[in-house]
Structure formats: structure tokens, C-alpha cells
């Protein structure tokens, strides 16, 4: 039997060592290829530093992640001293709607976040910009919450009213927060809800031109009709009643029932009221068509907390003497005549603050005029020495101003020296008699004839 054996052909190496690794113990077979390591020799290449330079772009960026929540801070407060400077009147068209584009435009992207849930691909058009969604939704609900949050600050006085500005400011501040933003849609629906009838309750004594508890009431109407037509379209995608009501209806129809209930309290100030400039003075007089005169006494210089006070605040009084209460309220154009009740309240050793009186009812209304309509009223008494207390309120009894001031005993009898500024139509705060006399000088009066001669009899 012939075997046939291939040219050149060796046995098969039944050793398991991977070629070109020496043998623990033995010498190097010849030729060998292995590459031997000498101690103390580095490789040329590995001196090359192969890390990347940072560019200014990325030291930029580690710096705000080292300081992101002090970033977010810094921009929360400039975005809201923005909208304290550049924000236009409640009465604006323009103002109105914009608000009423951004409530639209929440209103669809809650529709959308509902619609493709977590873990629900978004249609194509949307795949690019979805993951954008909730930094668009927080934007507005922001935008939103600032205009209503200064709205209400105008309109607001006392403690009561500021405890609801300080919720409002709180969401404001919370929108920005990301812990805020991870719980989902059932805060920003109760957010929504809020901002449509706040949205509501500013535009309608606007269009009706007058205020009231049933205007507030068909602002909650209209806000809770909002909330039920989110629901309305959102069923027909989810159909899971219990998810929507958990989701939509509780936190929806829940924040409408705390607005209507801290409006009957009290709590929520009269939007679109509010009292532009108030003041404690000695006298108060018309001296011409849209100028009043407001007389108040002159403080030595080392009483300087009193440069702070409007008028007299620290009311020395003599006898026969009154205080009046000056003030000037803002109304939209076109507001029908209202009224507002003046309200003395004095600080009683024992009985502690006491209303003089039921108060006393001035009519009011718009001059058209951003500074406001201007009146004057007075206690009818003579006041006690001690603390006072000066509240003005809407007929249905929501306040929209107070103002503290002292009473003091006066036993002098030389005269006063006296400070004296003058409130004109279009300027909030009233001027120092100096700076108005300027631009409107005295009138000379005119030259006496010279008597006539009398005739020669």
C-alpha cells in the first residue's frame, strides 16, 4: 500500500503554547518573534500626552454644571425682574392675547403628553423636538405664573392676600425645579387649571368693566369648562376613565375649587383693582383742576426712617385736628363708577384693633389715566393717641389697601414748619412743591391802572 506525503510537509505541533510567547522556564526557540520588554526603556509613543485640550466651550460648560442650581437661580430671578419691568397693563389687548396664545399652546402640549405616554412613539413630525416637551411646558406655565403673580401683587394689601402671593410665588419658583418637574402631568394640569381662571378673572371685569363675586364665579366656570374639554379629547385616546381621573379631573377641577374658596375668603386680591400711591396727611386741598395739595408736617433730619413714610405716618396731632387719608386707585378704561369703603381701625390697649364706625362709602371710577382716580376721606373724629389703622375695601369687603400710622400728642403751640407736594393727573407719586412750581410758575397778577383824576369842579 503506496502513502502519498504532501512536499514540504511537517508534523503537527501538539503543543497548546500560543506561538510567540516564551516558555515559562526555557530559552527562546530560534527565530523566533516575540517582542521582550526592557526594564526601564520606555516607548516614545506613550510619552505623547494623547488627552484632549479643553476648548473654551467646554470649560464653559463644566463650570455650569458646577454651579447649575445657582445658574438656575440667577435666570429664574432675571426672567421675573424682566417681567416686572417690561410687563404691560392689565387693560392691554395685546397683553391678553398673548396670555391667551400661551394657555392655548399648554393646553395642546398636555393633550400631546397625554396622548403618546411614556414608552408611546410620537409621530414623525414630532420625533425631533419631543424630547423638548417639557422644557416648552414649564416655559409657559413660567410665563404665565409671572404675569399673574405681578397682577395680583398690584392688587394686593395686608397679610391675608399675601399669603396666596406667597403660593403663587412658590409655584413660581417651583417650576423651575426639577424635582417639581418629575411629577408628571398631574401638577401641570392643576397649574393649567389655575392659570386659565386667573387668566379669566383678569380679562372679564376688563370686558364687563366692573368687579364682583359673580365675575370671579364665571371665571371658575369658564376654567372648569377648560378642564372638561381636556378631558373630552383625551378620552378618546384613553379610554382608562380611572387613569384620566387621576391624571386630569382630580388635580384639574380640585385647584378650581381652592381658587373659588379663597376668593369668598378673601384670599385672592381684586384683580383688576389697585391702589397706585396712599398717604397720612395734615390737609389735603383742590387747588385747581387735577391738582391737589397735600400739606404734611417737615421731620428734622435725624428722624430719617420718616423719609420712607407717605406723609404723616407719625401724626402729631393738636386739637381739633384730623388725619385724611389721600389715595389714588387704578381702574381699566372704560370701568363703570364703583364704590369702595374707607375703614378706620384703632389699636385699643384691651380691646385690641377696633373699628370705628361701619367705614364710609366713596364712588369711584377710571379716569383713563394709569395713575389712577385720586380721593381723600377723614375719621369724622378726632383720633386717640396710639396705633392706627387705615383699610380700604371693595363693597363686597376684599381689601385692596391698608396703611399704618401712629398718632402722637402735640402740646406745642408755635406754628408747624411744613412740607408740601403737589399730586398732579398723570404722575403717580406726588411732587415737591419746588419741582412743580418750576413748570408752572405763579401767574403774575396783572398791573393796577392808576386811579383816575377827578374832574375839575
Not at 526555557?26 to 484632549?52: I, Q, R, Y
Not at 392643576?190 to 387668566?199: P, Q
Not at 371685569?205 to 369658564?222: A, E, Q, Y
Not at 364706625?357 to 389715566?369: D, E, L, P, Q, R
Amino acid at each position: 500500500m503506496l502513502t502519498v506525503t504532501p512536499p514540504e510537509s511537517k508534523p503537527q505541533d501538539a503543543s497548546n503554547e500560543v506561538p510567540g510567547v516564551p516558555v515559562e522556564g526555557g530559552p527562546l526557540p530560534p527565530g523566533a518573534n516575540v517582542a521582550v520588554a526592557t526594564p526601564g526603556v520606555a516607548d516614545p509613543d506613550d510619552l505623547v500626552s494623547t488627552e484632549k485640550t479643553p476648548t473654551l466651550v467646554d470649560r464653559v460648560q463644566a463650570f455650569r454644571a458646577k454651579y447649575e442650581r445657582q445658574e438656575m437661580a440667577l435666570f429664574f430671578f432675571a426672567g421675573f425682574l424682566y417681567d416686572v419691568l417690561t410687563l404691560s397693563p392689565i387693560d392691554d389687548a395685546l397683553t391678553e392675547v398673548q396670555n391667551f396664545v400661551y394657555l392655548a399652546v399648554l393646553a395642546g402640549l398636555l393633550v400631546l403628553e397625554q396622548r403618546y405616554a411614556e414608552g408611546v412613539e410620537p409621530p414623525k413630525l414630532l420625533v425631533k423636538i419631543w424630547r423638548f416637551r417639557e422644557d416648552a411646558l414649564h416655559f409657559f406655565m413660567g410665563s404665565l405664573l409671572s404675569a399673574f403673580t405681578l397682577f395680583l401683587f398690584k392688587s394686593s394689601s395686608g397679610f391675608t392676600p399675601l399669603l396666596f402671593m406667597a403660593g403663587m410665588f412658590g409655584l413660581l419658583v417651583a417650576n423651575e425645579l426639577p424635582r417639581f418637574r418629575q411629577l408628571g402631568p398631574v401638577i401641570r394640569v392643576a397649574v393649567f387649571s389655575l392659570c386659565v381662571t386667573l387668566y379669566f378673572a383678569s380679562l372679564l371685569p376688563v370686558l364687563f368693566g366692573r368687579v364682583g363675586w359673580w365675575i370671579f364665579t364665571l371665571s371658575v366656570v369658564l376654567g372648569c369648562g377648560s378642564v372638561y374639554g381636556l378631558l373630552r379629547v383625551l378620552k378618546r385616546w384613553r379610554p382608562d376613565e380611572k387613569a384620566l381621573l387621576r391624571t386630569v379631573a382630580v388635580p384639574g377641577f380640585g385647584a378650581q375649587a381652592v381658587l373659588l374658596g379663597c376668593y369668598f375668603l378673601g384670599v385672592i386680591p381684586p384683580v383688576p383693582l389697585a391702589v397706585q400711591y396712599s398717604g397720612i396727611y395734615h390737609a389735603v386741598e383742590r387747588i385747581s383742576p387735577g391738582v391737589y395739595r397735600l400739606t404734611s408736617e417737615a421731620h428734622p433730619w435725624w428722624k430719617f426712617w420718616t423719609a420712607f413714610h407717605h406723609g404723616d405716618q407719625d401724626f402729631s396731632l393738636r386739637a381739633g385736628e384730623q388725619p385724611v387719608y389721600f389715595f389714588r386707585i387704578f381702574a381699566p378704561k372704560g370701568f363703570e363708577t364703583y364704590q369702595v369703603r374707607v375703614r378706620w381701625y384703632f389699636d385699643h390697649p384691651e380691646k385690641g384693633w377696633t373699628a370705628l364706625g361701619k367705614g364710609f362709602m366713596a364712588n369711584v371710577s377710571s379716569n383713563g389715566t394709569e395713575g389712577g382716580y385720586r380721593y381723600y376721606a377723614r375719621p369724622g373724629t378726632t383720633p386717640k393717641p396710639g396705633d392706627w389703622r387705615v383699610v380700604l375695601e371693595t363693597e363686597s369687603g376684599h381689601e385692596i389697601n391698608r396703611l399704618n400710622f401712629t398718632v402722637t400728642e402735640d402740646t406745642r403751640t408755635e406754628p408747624r414748619e411744613e412740607k408740601v407736594d403737589v399730586s398732579v393727573l398723570k404722575v403717580t407719586k406726588p411732587l415737591p412743591l419746588e419741582v412743580w412750581e418750576k413748570d408752572h410758575p405763579p401767574k403774575t397778577a396783572p398791573a393796577e391802572a392808576p386811579a383816575a383824576t377827578a374832574p375839575a369842579p
